[in-house]
């Protein structure tokens, strides 16, 4: 086990937004997060990359507790984030969104800024402009370039294919066994349920701040997770 | 009378108000942070360096060298220590914070120094000119306007080509994705300071071998850096450059019709400008 | 960057510290009749500091607007009442009123600049306007340029109702003037309060309705914004111009460097309103309180007093930013005047 949330809580003030979390990942293991709008997918992930800061046992990564830590140290351990909507740096180019993945943490691995350009060609070509000039599908490149210039132990996706067109997320999902080749796990956040499952060999579902369902997909039959994504009063 | 020689004298006084105004610039640009005790701040530099030069009977120059480091300090743990904290979405508290800052400084610069003016000695260079046919031009003011533009040169080079670069613009664009990138803000902040504090230490520098400068001389710097960086358009140091340019060059005319109108002339044409271009005259996009 | 507007409410009556506030007026009142010349002397001090704390209060604490320039119109009432009291023999205590109209009339086209100016930079920007106005007086050499004048001493010893004064209270001349221009102190300090009192009442109360009736809530109130800055702007001139009027003509002695200090007519005044409590009423008193038992206690340290002030100043925004009054309040859960909302308008930063 190379991440785990044990018990894990957040808050937003007043707010509880999650109430004793659990999700474990394995080295190289893919595990997605279904759950509605609102359920508190977000702020796992940001309990996890230390944008939100918690207790420390309540994150545990490679057997060492990292739940009080602030985001730019857990990043500099190798978690690496995309978080939901890009949130690309609209002052740097495409190119300097890239290198400032990798500033603070070369890491070892394949990735930089050749391998990066390999992956998504397309980049290459526009790597002079503005991040935020380049269309949705190609920023979703970006902010996964950026992420993986750090070579990250753990990638964490939010909302990978939010507003995206079907096509492009084919394209992202289609470069998945490269980015997580060299053993990376990753832990993805989808809206599309179908997708989850293919993708993932462990998910879980999430309602209003707790886990509602988990399991591999092969073992979860579509009205069980239908029940625990809606909720059982749908 | 106004002669190509006021124009010139003008111009070259833009320079030290673009070193007024780089460092001021230079915080805003990254967090946002108007700090009112910038003028204060440059006037403590000058009476740093003159303890240097009148007690350790240093070099202006080599001064302002052992001096730049400190002022670093100053700033990185200002940053940290105070202005960090009152940082965020509403304007208020760093603005009283700085406010507050500007009056400690003139009072305590006033019971260490006295109210007396004091300046930099410089021997020679003070007179120093060199001859350019249409006039002669002093050796200072155009070691002021020349370092200007290397200060310029260098913050665009950090600015654009240099990973900390990356980091003062990603930091400014959105503090928490920078931190997802490994960048500690407040780091950055006080680095950002420390830097600002070190070209305040090079205004301070001409500044005081220039002109006579006392405690209460912080403020009307404060307003020539911010009339700089206004008229140039946020963000933009070559912009900053003309617009200290503009408010040079309106002094010297000023004072050459009447010297008691000298530091109107300059917030006049500022807000001549404010009044035909109020985003400045290179903004940014 | 843009700006947003948000609403904080909290009403709670308090009639009965109405009652207290309106006999404490009454007392007021009749001070001169119990109290030594130099304690009226004190009080006119700190009324005049009271009235300029709220003018600025007004304007930060409530329209946002951090000016760090409100000696503009301090200077220009002033000079207003030097000039059509002393060039033109105007009975000085309407001269006071011409004070705050003229203040009022170059705050339109102040206002007209400096509201091109983002959030903090109208700060700088107010205090360039005050310089120009500074700088520019200096040059009327009616009025003494750059050195200043003194006020006609038969205009200031004629002024309206000595005579009674002095036989009321069976004083000298000078005392009895002193008398007058404390309960103008009072009546303008008193009148400021009970305005922004009323004003905000009133202007939140339809802040509220079209929050309530109206989802596009944030726009309604993001118009209102506009109209609030001009308002609190103008009124906190208006205010500013009279007090300052009234100031100079007790001193009856003026220079550019005195009516448009940066220290006494701002500082003081920011530092007064920090302290004592931001975008409350009950604030700004207890600042003026405080600040006066400070300076008598340091006036023998010279400028440490400054130094400690604005030490004072920075303390409290960063660990009590709702100031003295707000650590009261937490701690008694009192309220005299419910007033505890204020518009804030934040620069836009999203979070991830
Ligand atoms: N910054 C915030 N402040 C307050 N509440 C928030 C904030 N972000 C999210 N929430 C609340 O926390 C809950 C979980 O939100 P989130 O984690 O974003 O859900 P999801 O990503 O699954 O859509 C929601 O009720 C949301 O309204
Ligand atoms: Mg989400």
């Not at chain 2, 930091?171 to 950055?188: C, E, F, H, Y």
Request: charged residues 10%; hydrophobic residues 55%.
């Amino acid at each position: 086990m190379i991440l785990q949330t044990q018990d894990l809580t957040a808050s937003y003030g007043d707010f509880r937004a999650l109430f004793g979390v659990n999700i474990s990942l394995e080295p190289g293991q893919i595990v997605s997060i279904i759950g509605a709008n609102g359920a508190g997918k977000t702020t796992l992930m940001r309990s996890i990359s230390g944008v939100l800061q918690n207790a420390p046992e309540q994150v545990v990564f490679k057997g060492k507790p990292i739940g009080d830590l602030p985001a730019s140290n857990i990043m500099q351990r190798g978690i690496a984030m995309v978080p939901e909507g890009r949130r690309l740096f609209p002052s740097l180019s495409v190119e300097e969104n890239l290198l400032v993945g990798a500033d603070r943490r070369k890491g070892s691995g394949p990735w930089n800024l050749h391998s990066v350009y390999a992956l998504f060609p397309i980049l290459s070509e526009f790597r002079s402009r503005p991040a935020t000039a380049l269309s949705g599908g190609q920023q979703q490149m970006i902010a996964i370039g950026r992420a993986l210039m750090s070579n990250p132990e753990v990638l964490l996706f939010d909302e990978i294919s939010l507003g995206l067109a079907p096509i492009v997320i084919r394209e992202i999902y289609a470069a998945m066994p490269k980015i997580l080749s060299q053993g990376t796990g990753a832990i993805i956040v989808e809206q599309d349920i179908a997708q989850a499952m293919r993708v993932a060999s462990y998910v879980y579902c999430m309602i209003e701040g707790k886990v509602s369902l988990e399991g591999a997909p092969a073992d979860l039959s579509r009205s069980v997770v239908h029940e625990a994504y809606f909720g059982a009063a749908a | 009378m106004i002669g190509i020689d006021t124009i010139i004298q003008g111009v070259l006084l833009g320079g030290l108000y673009a070193l007024f105004a780089s460092g001021l610039s230079l915080i805003f640009g990254i967090m946002r942070l108007v700090n009112l005790a910038h003028g204060d701040l440059i006037v403590f530099a000058g009476y740093l360096i003159l303890v240097g030069v009148s007690v350790f009977g240093l070099n202006p120059f080599l001064s302002a060298l052992i001096a730049a480091p400190l002022m670093f300090g100053v700033g990185w743990v200002l940053q940290l220590a105070v202005l960090n904290r009152v940082l965020g979405h509403n304007i208020l508290p760093p603005l009283l914070v700085t406010f507050g800052l500007s009056v400690i400084l003139q009072n305590l610069l006033l019971e260490t120094f006295s109210a007396d003016s004091q300046r930099i000695p410089v021997g020679v260079l003070e007179t120093a000119s060199v001859d350019i046919g249409v006039t002669s031009l002093g050796l200072l003011p155009l070691l002021t306007f020349g370092s200007a533009i290397a200060v310029i040169l260098i913050l665009n080079w950090i600015f654009y080509r240099t990973a900390l670069g990356r980091a003062f613009r990603a930091v400014s664009d959105d503090p928490t994705t920078a931190s997802l990138m490994g960048i500690k803000p407040n780091r950055i902040f006080a680095l950002a300071t420390g830097l600002a504090l070190v070209i305040v230490t090079i205004a301070a520098l001409y500044l005081g071998m220039r002109a006579n400068f006392d405690p209460t001389t912080g403020p009307a710097r404060l307003l020539y850096a911010f009339e700089a960086v206004i008229i140039g358009g946020l963000g933009n140091l070559w912009g900053t450059l003309i617009g200290g340019m503009i408010i040079g060059v309106s002094q010297t005319v000023g004072a050459a019709l009447n010297p008691e109108w000298q530091i109107l002339a300059g917030h006049v044409a500022f807000l001549i400008v404010l009044l035909i271009r109020p985003r400045g005259l290179m903004p940014k996009q | 960057m843009t700006h947003n507007a948000r609403i904080e409410i909290a009403t709670r009556s308090s009639r009965v510290f109405l009652v207290f506030a309106f006999a404490a007026i009454i007392a007021a009142v009749f001070l001169p009749a119990f109290v030594s010349r130099g304690i009226i002397k004190d009080m006119f001090a700190i009324l005049t500091l009271l009235a300029l704390a709220q003018c600025w209060n007004l304007l930060a604490g409530y329209g946002g607007l951090v000016s760090v320039g409100q000696q503009a119109f301090v200077g220009l009432g002033a000079y207003t009442l030097f000039a059509v009291v002393g060039l033109y023999g105007f009975d000085p205590l309407l001269s006071i009123l011409m004070g705050g109209v003229v203040a009022l009339l170059f705050a339109i086209p102040f206002a007209f600049f400096l509201f091109r100016l983002d959030g903090a930079y109208f700060a700088i920007g107010s205090w360039v306007l005050a310089e120009v106005a500074r700088l520019s007086v200096a040059q009327w050499k009616a009025v003494g340029g750059g050195t200043g004048t003194s006020l006609p001493r038969d205009t200031v010893r004629s002024m309206p109702g000595t005579d009674w004064v002095r036989a009321l209270f069976d004083v000298s001349g000078s005392a009895a003037r002193d008398i007058i221009l404390y309960w103008i102190a009072l009546i303008l300090a008193v009148a400021l309060m009970t305005a922004i009192y009323v004003l905000m009442r009133r202007r939140i109360g339809l802040g509220l309705t079209a929050v309530k009736d109206n989802a596009e809530a944030a726009r309604s109130v993001g118009i209102n914004a506009s109209a609030i800055k001009w308002m609190t702007y103008l009124i906190s001139a208006f205010g500013a111009g009279m007090v300052g009027a009234l100031i100079f003509l007790q001193t009856a002695r003026i220079s550019p460097g005195a009516a448009f200090s940066v220290t006494d007519w701002t500082a003081f005044v920011i530092f007064v309103v920090v302290i004592g409590g931001i975008g409350t009423l009950e604030g700004p008193i207890l600042g003026v309180i405080v600040f006066f038992v400070l300076q008598n206690f340091l006036a023998d340290f010279g400028s440490w007093y400054l130094v400690a002030l604005g030490a004072a100043g920075i303390v409290v925004m960063i660990f009590a930013p709702q100031g003295l009054w707000g650590l009261l309040r937490d701690r008694l859960g009192l309220t005299l005047f419910p007033l505890r909302r204020r518009v804030i308008f934040t620069s836009e930063r999203t979070d991830l």
